[in-house]
C-alpha cells in the first residue's frame, strides 16, 4: 500500500505541474488531485487489498489508463483558458466549442496550430515523466517482498473506494471528473438550446397581441434603419480611430458624414453571448429578460416595420438563427459551414439591394457580417492582401513588444480582413445613400466583440481576459443628420457605452415608443446617462487592462 501511495502522489505532482505552468486554476487543481487520488487509492487499494500480488499488473494499466486522461482534461482546459481567458464553464465558452461544423473545427485547429502544439507538448512531456518516473517505482516494488495485505489495508481501501462514491454524489465534484466533465457540459449545452428554442416559440405565440407593449411609431412616413453587425472587429486596428496603418480608407474619406464613437465596448468577447443582449432588453444585469420581454424585431414588427435578416453566417446558429428566423424575410448566403466557410462578405451587397429596393414605407435591415472571425486570411480576397508581410510602424512596435512572427503575421492577415471590412461597410453606406434620397434612412454600425491579436500578449482569438477582446467600432451614418458644433459632435462621440444597451438605440433610430423604451440607454438621446461597464465580470477601466 505504501507503493500505491507514492504511486498515487507521484500522480498528482503531474497536476501541479499543469498548475505551476497556470493550465490549471488552484481550484481545478485540488478538485483533480482529490479526485485522482479517490480513483487511484480506492479502486487500486482494493484491488491490490484482496489480489495481493497479483493485482500489480492491473494497477499498472489503471495507472497508465486514468492518469494521461485526467492530464489531458488539464492541457484542455490549460489551452481554453489562455483562448477564451476562462475555464470551459461559461455558456460562451460552451456555444464556442459545440455549435461549430466540421470546417469550422478545421479552422481552428489551422489557425491556433502553435498554441495546439505547446498545449500538446505538454502533455506529452508531464505524461511522460510521470509514467517514466512510475515505472521506476514498479521495478522497485517488484524488487521488494511485499507482505500480504492485513486488515487496516483492506479497511483503509474500502474506505477510499466510499470516498470515490461519496465524491460522484457531490454535484460539484462529480462534474470534475474528466470522463464526465465534457458530457455532462455538452449535455447542458444541449438543455439551454433546447430551452431557448421552447422559450422562444412560447415568447413568440404569447406575444401574438402585444396590447401591453404600448408601442407607437412617431417617425417619418418612409424610414429605413439598416444594422450592420460585425464579426470580431477591434477598433484598435482601424485607421479611422488612428491606427497607423491604413485599414479603413473607406470611412476614413466619409468621416464628416458619420458619427464614430470612440469609447464603446462589448458586453462579451462572443458572439452569441454578446448579441443576446445588444438586440433583446436583456443586459449584464439582468441576462434573462430576452426570455420574458419583446427583442428589437418584435417591436419593430409592432410599430409596421418590415424587418430583413441578411447575413453571411449560418442559419442553425442556436439562438441567433431563431431570432433571424422571427423576420419577415431572411436571406443567408453561407450554405451550412458557418464561421469555417471562406465566403466574403461583399456577397452581401445583392441580398442587400434586395432589402433596400423593397416597396415597404418603414423597413428594418440587419446585415450579419463575418468580419475579421479568424482565420483572418479566410475573410479577403487577395487583392486585399495590403499588409503581409509589412515594414512598417506597426511591425516595428510588435517587434518591440516581443510578439512572435507568427502572431506579427497574424496581425497583417487581421490588418486585410479589417481593410476589406472597410470595403464592404463603406459600400453598404454608399449603397443606402443612393437607394432612395426621398426618405429618412440610418445605418448603425456595430461589432460584436473585438478580438485579440498581438496587443497585448502573444496571443491571435477571442479573448475574454484582455480588453482588446470588447473595445469594439461603432459608427452611425444618417442622411437626415442635423448639423452640430464641432464641440457637441466630439462630446457625443466620447460619451461612453456598453452595448448590451444597444436595443434603446436602435429603437431610437426607428423612432418607437414603447415601455421597453429606455432613453437613457439610447446613446443619441439628450437623456443619456454613463454607467459603470463591466468586463469579464470586473469594472471596465479604459486605458487599463
Known amino acids: ?33 482529490v479526485l485522482l487520488a479517490a480513483f487511484l487509492l480506492g479502486v487500486g487499494g482494493v484491488l491490490q487489498a484482496w489480489r495481493g500480488r497479483s493485482s500489480a499488473r492491473a494497477i499498472t494499466v489503471l495507472l497508465r489508463v486514468v492518469v494521461p486522461v485526467f492530464y489531458l482534461d ?63 517505482l514498479q521495478r522497485w516494488q517488484a524488487a521488494r517482498d511485499v507482505a500480504a495485505p492485513g486488515l487496516a489495508q483492506q479497511c483503509f481501501a474500502a474506505g477510499m473506494a466510499i470516498l470515490l462514491v461519496l465524491l460522484h454524489v457531490n454535484t460539484t465534484m462529480r462534474r470534475e471528473n ?94 452569441v453571448e454578446s448579441m443576446m443582449t445588444m438586440l433583446t432588453p436583456a443586459d449584464i444585469g439582468n441576462p434573462d429578460a430576452w426570455m420574458a420581454k419583446p427583442n428589437l424585431l418584435m417591436l419593430a414588427e409592432a410599430a409596421g416595420y418590415k424587418t430583413f435578416w441578411v447575413s453571411n453566417q449560418t442559419r442553425n446558429d442556436g439562438w441567433i438563427g431563431l431570432l433571424a428566423g422571427e423576420a419577415d ?40 457580417l463575418l468580419g475579421a472571425h479568424p482565420s483572418y486570411d479566410m475573410r479577403y480576397p487577395r487583392r486585399f492582401a495590403h499588409f503581409d508581410r509589412a515594414h512598417d510602424a506597426v511591425s516595428a512596435q510588435m517587434e518591440r513588444q516581443g510578439r512572435s512572427s507568427w502572431i506579427r503575421n497574424q496581425r497583417d492577415e487581421y490588418d486585410n480582413a479589417i481593410r476589406y471590412g472597410d470595403y464592404v461597410l463603406g459600400t453598404l453606406i454608399g ?33 475574454a481576459s484582455d480588453k482588446s477582446g470588447y473595445e469594439i467600432p461603432m459608427l452611425i451614418w444618417d442622411n437626415r443628420q442635423a448639423p452640430q458644433s464641432a464641440g457637441a459632435r466630439a462630446a457625443l462621440e466620447s460619451r461612453p457605452y456598453q452595448t448590451d444597451k444597444l436595443d434603446a438605440t436602435v429603437l431610437g433610430l426607428l423612432k418607437i ?10 446613446i443619441l438621446s439628450s437623456a443619456f446617462t454613463p454607467v459603470q461597464r463591466f468586463m469579464n465580470g470586473l469594472q471596465y477601466q479604459r486605458g487599463h487592462q
Open 431 to 463: 449603397m443606402a445613400e443612393k437607394a432612395k434620397t426621398d426618405r429618412a434612412a440610418s445605418l448603425l454600425f456595430v461589432s460584436d466583440h473585438g478580438q485579440e491579436v498581438g496587443y497585448s500578449r502573444n496571443h491571435a482569438g477571442h479573448s
Open 513 to 522: 415608443e414603447t415601455r421597453y423604451y429606455a432613453a437613457h440607454d439610447d
Open 1 to 33: 500500500m505504501l507503493i500505491l501511495c507514492c504511486r498515487v502522489l507521484l500522480s498528482i505532482a503531474g497536476l501541479l505541474l499543469f498548475f505551476l505552468f497556470d493550465q490549471l486554476s488552484a481550484n481545478e487543481c485540488l478538485k483533480l488531485g
Open 178 to 271: 474528466p470522463v464526465l466533465f465534457w458530457p455532462l457540459r455538452y449535455q447542458q449545452y444541449s438543455a439551454q438550446l433546447d430551452a431557448m428554442k421552447s422559450m422562444q416559440h412560447a415568447l413568440t405565440a404569447a406575444m401574438a397581441a402585444p396590447r401591453d407593449w404600448n408601442v407607437r411609431y412617431a417617425g417619418e412616413d418612409a424610414r429605413t434603419v439598416i444594422l450592420v453587425i460585425g464579426e470580431s472587429t477591434n477598433r484598435a486596428s482601424m485607421s479611422l480611430y488612428g491606427y497607423p496603418r491604413a485599414t479603413t480608407p473607406r470611412l476614413d474619406a466619409m468621416r464628416s458624414k458619420l458619427l464614430v464613437f470612440n469609447d464603446v465596448i462589448s458586453p462579451a468577447a462572443s458572439t
Open 329 to 368: 424575410e431572411s436571406d443567408f448566403i453561407n450554405y451550412g459551414t458557418g464561421r469555417g466557410e471562406n465566403n466574403f462578405d461583399g456577397n452581401l451587397f445583392q441580398p442587400f439591394a434586395h432589402a433596400l429596393r423593397d416597396a415597404a414605407p418603414k423597413k428594418l435591415i440587419v446585415v450579419h
Open 74 to 136: 488539464a492541457a484542455i482546459k490549460g489551452f481554453l483558458r489562455g483562448y477564451f481567458g476562462m475555464r470551459p464553464n461559461p455558456n460562451a465558452v460552451l456555444q464556442a466549442m459545440f455549435a461549430t461544423d466540421q470546417a469550422e473545427t478545421g479552422e481552428f485547429f489551422l489557425h491556433n496550430s502553435v498554441a495546439l502544439a505547446q498545449s500538446a507538448g505538454g502533455f506529452l512531456l508531464v505524461t511522460a515523466a510521470v509514467l517514466l518516473a512510475d515505472r521506476q
